[in-house]
């Protein structure tokens, strides 16, 4: 297994793993994947990864801007995704050691992750690659069949920058 950066080319591979965590119901409040051109525009340029073996994309993981507030140009949203199929075999956590070393290389100061409380697979991966719990935004969004739902907050700062 690869870790390398992700390439526009890639999108039709790392669209379908992102319906897949949507299709799980607790990966994200997004129901709808976008086109690369509206990605694209909603993530950051730097810090976007895809892990990748015999040519086939397995995984992916990418960074947001938290606001358009130039105070928190260092802080980063978390985005990785895993296909179905390749779950529970150590790419989520390749892919995240990746983006923490390429978020520092990129200046960023901290990167944060939103979880649904039922998600426990992405929350202890985020606990072993040194992210912390934060703590618990209640009801902070409404699925599209009308649920309210929490979200854990962790992050992880930089050990070099803005420590």
């Given amino acids: 297994m690869n870790v390398r950066e992700m390439k526009a080319s890639d999108w039709d591979e790392v669209s379908k793993i992102y319906a897949e965590g949507v299709s799980t119901g607790f990966a994200t409040f997004e129901q709808n994947i976008p086109n690369f051109e509206d990605w694209d525009a909603a993530h950051l340029q730097q810090c976007r990864l895809i892990a990748e073996e015999d040519g086939k994309v397995l995984g992916w993981a990418a960074l947001s801007p938290v606001s358009s507030r130039c105070v928190y140009g260092g802080v980063g949203e978390v985005s990785v995704y895993i296909a179905s199929n390749s779950r529970g075999k150590g790419i989520g ?29 992405s929350i202890e991966l985020h606990k072993k690659v040194g992210f912390r719990f934060i703590g618990k935004r209640e009801r902070i969004g409404k699925t599209n069949d009308g649920v309210w739902k929490d979200n854990l907050l962790f992050e992880k700062r930089s050990k070099t920058i803005g420590a």
Wanted: glycine share 6%; aromatic share 6%; hydrophobic share 40%.
């Fill in 93 to 121: 956590r390749s892919l995240l050691e990746q983006l923490i070393l390429e978020s520092e290389k990129a200046g960023l100061w901290t990167i944060q992750s939103g979880i649904f409380p039922e998600n426990q697979a």
